[in-house]
């Protein structure tokens, strides 16, 4: 029997079903009208729709830290998790950013900036731009984001010299069908809608009609006597407006482009010269809304490595910000509305920020930080990330392998602590959480050391994850090239050195203390093989709870002093119902096995581990199953017990 398969019939029902409803259906501005007291979120700005949409797809509040984790970027629902953003300098960045939002969306002010996300190359802002603009078409196509906007139809009925080819003509801004309505009965129907509104900010739209839609008014009023009604019933369709950036559609990216061929038309549009022969050139209908603020009205406006743009081309961005609207060349000013994100790098933020002509538009940005993530845990999860979504070959990651990868990567984008109590590898270790105040290593006065000796902060410069996880790439191809089924440590730190010279963004300065770094980061390996080697020489795990749980038993009878009794069994209280968990505690665990170390060491035969010819069978294959169950595989196992083993043996045998 064949297995199941799709079809064009179920490919067809499937695609159907994640259109919306509405899509392709027409309504009468007197629905619309309804459909806004019903609903008075599909009136909202593009600032409010982009705030609501954070919080539509779920959020986490630490409030330790006082950051909301936005789900979007922390699960990515839409695609199982496959773009998912690590580190919590990341998700403070992402909740600086929405707070700006949703300030915008309150009025506040940050909806006249442009939002620009300032960090070194391979940072992932452009991964969470990108994310941000994928959920707003998602949003936006069901009924929670739903937005409308409208066309003319039958003018060639009523305007003599209208083209056939524009009897039907849509909004070319994708306008709210609210700026319909002359300004004092807008404000009739807002105030209204508002008193329904259950938001934290209120509906608010002063825009004026585009040129080509005030023309095709104005000319409509005129053949009915002003009879608003007869002009929006006879001429107008309300139609769902759904983000779509292929289509240039309530998202828009901007990319710079060679200084010698950029035009402002770009932005703001140009004449449509198909249509000056019937139109003329000076009237509104033969203008061609094409320029990118157009194109994003109602949605996101991305401009991409924003400050490369010469310093001309910004003075349209003034405009769209403080006043929101642009002045395409010979036509009047144009309403806009959209949230305008920007990016950049360091080296162009750094020249443009000392530009005192650049003052204007650095006055009008808010910027946001987004460094380079400083755990080396969440580091290693980017690394997991990119094996996960790509066709990894049958070859096994062995432990510590992405984890010493990322703290490498750490090294590099942390400054030096300047206590003598603490080393620079100690400093990334409190930074992913393995060191904290009751070792003496405050970590937020680390950063705020660091930050004091920076320009802008730290994480803003090192190495690039991509630089890593290319080197990851290639050490994993020369594994298998090499009939290798592991990749180890060993081999991702001889690409990282072997690399370090040709990669382009690392500047030849700093190539000895980047190898001085690698060898930090050899070390730290080193220790942690040894404790592995010794996990399987002699570490039970079963032992450890047992004398975890009798210490644990020791410690409550000495604070209770076995006469304090619970008020109502009248039984001592020490630890009833609860068992010892060596995970719970790290110092403590790190402390009996250190027990159960010194208690067996003497029984094992360290010359076997010095000369592999003193080891049996049995014995070699007993420790590397030990190595096996902490998650190597065979051929790993035995790397590491050769490389860990001599060292733990002669130290051992020298005592």
């Not at 930090?520 to 047992?546: F, G, S, T």
């Not at 001592?572 to 790290?586: C, W």
């Amino acid at each position: 029997m064949s297995e199941k398969h799709n079809t064009l019939e179920s490919l067809s029902e499937e695609y159907r079903n994640t259109i919306p409803g509405d899509l392709r259906q027409t309504k009468s501005f007197d629905w619309y009208l309804e459909e806004l007291y019903e609903e008075p979120r599909i009136a909202r700005n593009a600032h409010q729709r982009v705030a609501d949409m954070f919080d539509f797809y779920g959020t986490d509040y630490d409030e330790e830290a006082g950051v909301v984790e936005y789900a979007l970027a922390a699960e990515d629902p839409l695609n199982d998790g496959e773009n998912t953003f690590y580190g919590r300098v990341i998700h403070e960045a992402m909740h600086e950013f929405v707070n700006k939002v949703k300030s915008g969306a309150r009025g506040l002010g940050p909806e006249r900036r442009i939002l620009l996300l300032l960090g070194p190359v391979g940072s992932g802002k452009s991964d969470f731009d990108s994310q941000v603009r994928t959920y707003f078409e998602d949003y936006t196509s069901r009924d929670e984001g739903r937005m409308y906007t409208f066309r003319w139809r039958n003018l060639c009925d009523v305007i003599p010299d209208q083209d056939p080819a524009d009897d039907t003509v849509r909004s070319p801004m994708n306008q709210d069908p609210i700026v319909l309505l002359p300004q004092k009965q807008r404000d009739a129907v807002i105030e209204d809608i508002n008193e329904r509104l259950d938001a934290p900010y209120t509906i608010r739209n002063e825009q004026a009609l585009d040129p080509a839609s005030e023309f095709y008014m104005d000319r409509l009023l005129a053949h009915y006597d002003d009879d608003l009604q007869a002009v929006l019933e006879n001429h107008v369709e309300v139609i769902r407006l759904v983000a779509d950036e292929n289509m240039r559609q309530a998202i828009e990216t901007f990319e710079p482009k060679d200084k010698k061929n950029q035009d402002e038309t770009e932005l703001t549009g140009d004449v449509n010269y198909s249509k000056i022969a019937i139109y003329g050139e000076s009237d509104p209908r033969a203008f061609d809304y094409s320029g990118a603020f157009c194109n994003a009205n109602r949605g996101i406006f991305s401009g991409e490595e924003l400050l490369k743009l010469q310093r001309e081309f910004l003075y349209d961005f003034l405009h769209a910000t403080q006043e929101q609207t642009i002045k395409p060349k010979n036509n009047p000013r144009i309403d806009i509305d959209q949230l305008i994100v920007g990016r950049t790098n360091m080296p162009e933020y750094r020249d443009k920020k000392g530009d005192e002509k650049m003052e204007a538009f650095n006055d009008r940005t808010k910027r946001i930080n987004f460094p380079y993530v400083l755990s080396y845990d969440n580091e290693a999860s980017i690394y997991r990330k990119m094996l996960r979504n790509a066709d990894l070959p049958d070859i096994q990651v062995e432990p510590h392998t992405l984890e010493m990868a990322g703290l490498f990567g750490v090294l590099t984008r942390i400054e030096e602590p300047d206590t003598s109590s603490i080393d620079l590898v100690q400093k990334a270790k409190a930074y992913n959480g393995e060191i904290d105040e009751t070792e003496d290593v405050d970590v937020k006065k680390l950063q705020e050391e660091a930050d004091e000796k920076t320009d802008i902060g730290e994480g803003m410069d090192g190495v690039s994850p991509r630089f890593i996880g290319d080197e990851i790439a290639e050490a994993i191809m020369d594994s298998m090239h090499r009939g290798r089924s592991f990749l180890s440590p060993l081999t991702t730190f001889n690409h990282l050195e072997g690399n370090l010279e040709n990669h382009g963004s690392i500047s030849a300065d700093l190539f000895e203390t980047y190898y001085r770094y690698l060898e930090l980061v050899r070390e730290e390996y080193k220790e942690r093989a040894i404790e592995d080697v010794r996990h399987a020489l002699a570490y039970d795990v079963d032992e450890i709870q047992r004398q975890g749980e009798k210490y644990m038993d020791h410690v409550m009878a000495y604070i209770d002093d076995d006469t304090v009794e619970d008020e109502i069994t009248g039984r001592r209280r020490a630890r009833e119902g609860s068992s010892f968990d060596p995970q719970d505690n790290d110092r403590l665990r790190r402390a009996l096995e250190r027990k159960l170390w010194e208690d067996k060491k003497h029984n094992i035969n360290f010359s076997a581990l010095v000369s592999s010819g003193d080891m049996d069978d049995e014995e070699r294959n007993e420790w590397i199953d030990a190595l096996i169950e902490q998650g190597y595989s065979e051929e790993g196992a035995r790397e590491v017990l050769e490389f860990a083993g001599a060292e733990v043996a002669k130290s051992e045998m020298e005592e």
